[in-house]
């Protein structure tokens, strides 16, 4: 049977930058974590090029915005306001440089990190959610170049 150490559990490398910043701080951070659809797009955003294959993790990425757009454009979900106050936030360069991330993968995190915070409810949602899944889409054709 394979141990696996507290590390790989706790903090893996493949969801921690050098500074420190991991995958599931920025989830919570900007309340991605109010529909695990969007926090699981966010995960593999963040991750892809760093565990397994790059495109592959765009592709899930992708699926869970694609998944939650469908919800969406049912009415059955969508993402309430976050709370007031807000809580400090990383700026979203600080998160993409903190992961490397460049090209159409760094627009979809800051689409995707747009998204989190809109307060205007299903419609404007809806319309980011097309942006992101459009990033997220140009990032599996440049990783595929």
Known sequence: MQTMTADMVDHPPHYR?????????VIEAYG?????????????LLRAGRKG?????LRKAGWYVRRWRTQIDGGMAW????PDPRPR???????????GIHGAQRSAVYALLGLAMVDGGHEAQAALAVV????????IEDAAA
């Open 53 to 57: 294959d790059w495109i592959e993790d």
């Open 17 to 25: 930058t050098a500074a420190g910043i991991e995958a599931v701080d």
């Open 89 to 99: 936030l990383p700026a979203p360069a600080d998160v993409v440089n903190a992961f």
């Open 79 to 82: 993402m309430p306001a976050m």
């Open 32 to 44: 991605l974590a109010r529909s695990w659809h969007l926090a699981s797009a966010m995960k593999y």
């Open 132 to 139: 992101v899944q459009a990033q997220i889409d140009a990032a």
